[in-house]
């Protein structure tokens, strides 16, 4: 695996709050919190609600003009109008070596209208980092799914990212580049007490800009809709991954616009859960084979100090602050917004798929305690029925977005997320049986992803196969799988899928369980990093 890739995949994930944009001319204090927000202590800070940065009764009064909004071109596609926008509208701080540093969030969207809007209110949006529209007659391009999803659906699709060059103008690097300066930089201000901590995003992670980005995006789509369409929206499937993922969940938090929520590609919910199982499953190791080679030399660099970071937060009340504020979902679950939550998976079960390198079980524990009354753990397939596998984490958005457009104008909630049963049929052999609802007349499936393999971290894509179960009566399936060797654990995942269609659009609408273990390998114990110890 080619290193800048995976710099630019795996740890787009993990390091959630990174941005930086051309320099503005705009004084600091232009973008402190408003003198009208609630000033809270430290301690009183729950949750991303609690945080005056975000400010979302100022993100929903924004104006077309407020936003700066610049129409860059229009275009025509089959019943389907395209048009490309530029906007920004708040300036960030972001810590550099020589200071803090004002710059203006720059963000580009594709809006699709569909010529005939047959749902009305209802609109999705989806944020795909540095987003390139791409050729509008290919169906697995950005805007080519837009224009297939709003004339299958009959309603707006926003595509929506930062500017390609966002960091150009900060210390020279891209966007992805500035992942180690963002952990260091937080790290050598060496901040212990919450009381000390700035928070107004200069770190990154004192304040997520994506998300108050996320903010702005949906007073866009609300803003262009009415302005070309007159139409008010009012119910927003908003989905994101990997960066965007982490930011979802805060925006799932904050904003009530956002109905069907899609956060997926990020696993880091609860900072101490992630820190305990880098150790136990993969002590503490460099995730790739021959990383010793000098094109690893960053990587190695950003892994140290990820963990690090990760000790920072749980060790020191600024890093607790942080944890509750910006990076921990599993700390303002009880107040995500939307009606339906559909939290996409991908943890590195076929090759390519974006965050094998992530602690497998550290979504499991956090997860466990979401009590939302309507939420599925998907998993995406892409346009040939395939799990997906080599084309990255635009691929993956493309393949949830007619789900979440299902979720959002149908309130779709099958098929139900499977519930199991595992029977011992022979030593260390078990059979696996599965149970879901699913919609009556579609085509449907059970498939059973499984790894046999003597690794607790479960790293390598060939550990894994992929087996269709048996359907043994009405929405029930079984599989028996092979003896697992004395020196090897036995881990797998069920999904059960049916395919659904809108118009001429046919996809798949998904849910899986949770990911399960028996005959677990002994976990490791070495103590981990210190973030004192540069």
Same mark, same amino acid.
């Given at each position: 695996?080619?290193?800048?890739?995976?710099?630019?995949?795996?740890?787009? $994930?993990?390091?959630?709050?990174?941005?930086?944009?051309?320099?503005?001319?705009?004084?600091?204090?232009?973008?402190?919190?408003?003198?009208?927000?609630?000033?809270?202590?430290?301690?009183?800070?729950?949750?991303?609600?609690?945080?005056?940065?975000?400010?979302?009764?100022?993100?929903?009064?924004?104006?077309?003009?407020?936003?700066?909004?610049?129409? +860059?071109?229009?275009?025509?596609?089959?019943?389907?109008?395209?048009?490309?926008?530029?906007?920004?509208?708040?300036?960030?701080?972001?810590?550099?070596?020589?200071?803090?540093?004002?710059?203006?969030?720059?963000?580009?969207?594709?809006?699709?209208?569909?010529?005939?809007?047959?749902?009305?209110?209802?609109?999705?949006?989806?944020?795909?980092?540095?987003?390139?529209?791409?050729?509008?007659?290919?169906?697995?391009?950005?805007?080519?799914?837009?224009?297939?999803?709003?004339?299958?659906?009959?309603?707006?699709?926003?595509?929506?990212?930062?500017?390609?060059?966002?960091?150009?103008?900060?210390?020279?690097?891209?966007?992805?580049?500035?992942?180690? +300066?963002?952990?260091?930089?937080?790290?050598?201000?060496?901040?212990?007490?919450?009381?000390?901590?700035?928070?107004?995003?200069? !770190?990154?992670?004192?304040?997520?800009?994506?998300?108050?980005?996320?903010?702005?995006? +949906?007073?866009?789509?609300?803003?262009?809709?009415?302005?070309?369409?007159?139409?008010?929206?009012?119910?927003?499937?908003?989905?994101?991954?990997?960066?965007?993922?982490?930011?979802?969940?805060?925006?799932?938090?904050?904003?009530?616009?956002?109905?069907?929520?899609?956060?997926?590609?990020?696993?880091?919910?609860?900072?101490?859960?992630?820190?305990?199982?880098?150790?136990?499953?993969?002590?503490?190791?460099?995730?790739?084979?021959?990383?010793?080679?000098?094109?690893?030399?960053?990587?190695?660099?950003?892994?140290?100090?990820?963990?690090?970071?990760?000790?920072?937060?749980?060790?020191?009340?600024?890093?607790?602050?942080?944890?509750?504020?910006?990076?921990?979902?599993?700390?303002?679950?009880?107040?995500?917004?939307?009606?339906?939550?559909?939290?996409?998976?991908?943890?590195?079960?076929?090759?390519?798929?974006?965050?094998?390198?992530?602690?497998?079980?550290?979504?499991?524990?956090?997860? $466990?305690?979401?009590?939302?009354?309507?939420?599925? !753990?998907?998993?995406?397939?892409?346009?040939?029925?395939?799990?997906?596998?080599?084309?990255?984490?635009?691929?993956?958005?493309?393949?949830?977005?007619?789900?979440?457009?299902?979720?959002?104008?149908?309130?779709?909630?099958?098929?139900?997320?499977?519930?199991?049963?595992?029977?011992?049929?022979?030593?260390?052999?078990?059979?696996?049986?599965?149970?879901?609802?699913?919609?009556?007349?579609?085509?449907?499936?059970?498939?059973?992803?499984?790894?046999?393999?003597?690794?607790?971290?479960?790293?390598?894509?060939?550990?894994?196969?992929?087996?269709?179960?048996?359907?043994?009566?009405?929405?029930?399936?079984?599989?028996?799988?092979?003896?697992?060797?004395?020196?090897?654990?036995?881990?797998?995942?069920?999904?059960?899928?049916?395919?659904?269609?809108?118009?001429?659009?046919?996809?798949?609408? #998904?849910? #899986?369980? +949770?990911?399960?273990?028996?005959?677990?390998?002994?976990?490791?114990?070495?103590?981990?990093?210190?973030?004192?110890?540069?």
């Amino acid at each position: 695996m080619h290193a800048a890739k995976v710099l630019s995949g795996f740890f787009a $994930s993990s390091l959630i709050l990174l941005v930086a944009c051309t320099v503005a001319k705009t004084a600091p204090d232009a973008i402190m919190p408003s003198p009208t927000a609630a000033a809270l202590s430290p301690e009183d800070m729950r949750g991303p609600e609690d945080l005056p940065y975000y400010d979302v009764a100022w993100a929903k009064a924004l104006t077309i003009d407020a936003m700066h909004v610049r129409v +860059m071109s229009r275009a025509q596609a089959e019943d389907a109008d395209i048009i490309e926008v530029q906007y920004d509208a708040f300036d960030q701080p972001i810590a550099t070596e020589d200071g803090v540093k004002v710059v203006r969030w720059r963000q580009r969207g594709w809006l699709i209208l569909p010529r005939t809007i047959l749902h009305e209110g209802k609109a999705v949006a989806l944020n795909i980092h540095d987003v390139d529209g791409g050729d509008k007659d290919n169906p697995r391009s950005s805007v080519g799914m837009g224009v297939d999803v709003a004339r299958a659906f009959g309603i707006p699709v926003l595509i929506h990212g930062w500017m390609p060059d966002v960091v150009a103008d900060v210390d020279g690097r891209s966007f992805h580049d500035t992942q180690v +300066m963002a952990f260091k930089r937080l790290l050598a201000a060496h901040i212990t007490s919450a009381d000390e901590l700035p928070m107004d995003g200069r !770190y990154l992670f004192n304040g997520n800009p994506l998300a108050k980005a996320d903010m702005v995006s +949906m007073t866009l789509l609300q803003r262009l809709v009415q302005q070309e369409r007159g139409e008010a929206i009012t119910e927003i499937g908003s989905m994101g991954i990997s960066k965007e993922g982490a930011s979802h969940w805060i925006l799932g938090a904050l904003d009530d616009r956002v109905t069907v929520l899609g956060p997926g590609g990020y696993y880091a919910h609860d900072a101490q859960e992630t820190y305990d199982r880098y150790g136990k499953d993969t002590d503490w190791r460099f995730p790739w084979k021959d990383g010793d080679r000098p094109e690893y030399d960053g990587l190695r660099d950003l892994f140290a100090t990820f963990w690090k970071f990760l000790d920072w937060q749980v060790s020191t009340d600024a890093g607790r602050l942080v944890a509750r504020t910006t990076t921990d979902p599993v700390n303002w679950y009880s107040t995500i917004k939307a009606r339906q939550v559909l939290v996409f998976g991908d943890l590195g079960t076929v090759p390519g798929q974006h965050d094998g390198p992530w602690p497998f079980w550290a979504e499991n524990k956090p997860l $466990s305690s979401f009590k939302h009354p309507s939420w599925r !753990y998907v998993r995406a397939f892409d346009g040939s029925g395939v799990l997906m596998d080599q084309a990255g984490i635009g691929e993956m958005g493309l393949s949830m977005l007619p789900q979440l457009s299902d979720a959002l104008v149908n309130d779709t909630q099958l098929p139900g997320t499977p519930s199991i049963a595992v029977a011992q049929v022979a030593d260390r052999q078990v059979e696996v049986s599965a149970k879901a609802k699913t919609t009556p007349g579609l085509a449907h499936e059970a498939l059973l992803l499984y790894a046999i393999s003597s690794e607790r971290g479960l790293r390598d894509p060939g550990t894994w196969q992929i087996a269709p179960m048996t359907e043994t009566g009405s929405n029930s399936w079984t599989l028996q799988l092979p003896p697992v060797p004395d020196d090897n654990g036995l881990t797998f995942i069920v999904v059960v899928r049916e395919k659904a269609t809108a118009g001429d659009l046919s996809y798949w609408r #998904s849910a #899986s369980s +949770m990911p399960m273990e028996r005959f677990p390998v002994p976990q490791f114990n070495r103590p981990g990093p210190n973030w004192t110890d540069r």
